[in-house]
């Protein structure tokens, strides 16, 4: 019954109507190949005359290095 175009397509007509002329689809790789994993969800998106933007991403920034480290190894541990 494709419930993610629904959704999508009732939150884009709630977008418009409200006057808010941006909706983050989120969820794509950044990889835009044709072998990407997430192709599918691409080609979805397109669907909807989407513009991909990509941002720096996230990232971690340890401020206890020592703590940041032990944690990790007992994360691998468990």
Do not use: C
């Not at 006057?19 to 969820?27: D, H, L, M, V």
């Not at 513009?51 to 996230?58: P, Q, T």
């Not at 290095?65 to 994360?75: E, G, L, P, R």
């Amino acid at each position: 019954f494709m419930g993610a175009y629904k959704l999508q397509g009732d939150m884009i007509k709630f977008s418009k109507e409200h006057n808010i002329n941006r909706y983050n689809f989120y969820g794509v790789t950044g990889d835009f190949s044709d072998t990407s994993e997430d192709y599918g969800v691409q080609q979805f998106k397109k669907g909807f005359n989407a513009d991909i933007e990509e941002y720096i991403g996230d990232f971690i920034k340890p401020i206890k290095k020592n703590w940041y480290f032990i944690s990790k190894m007992i994360a691998k541990i468990k």
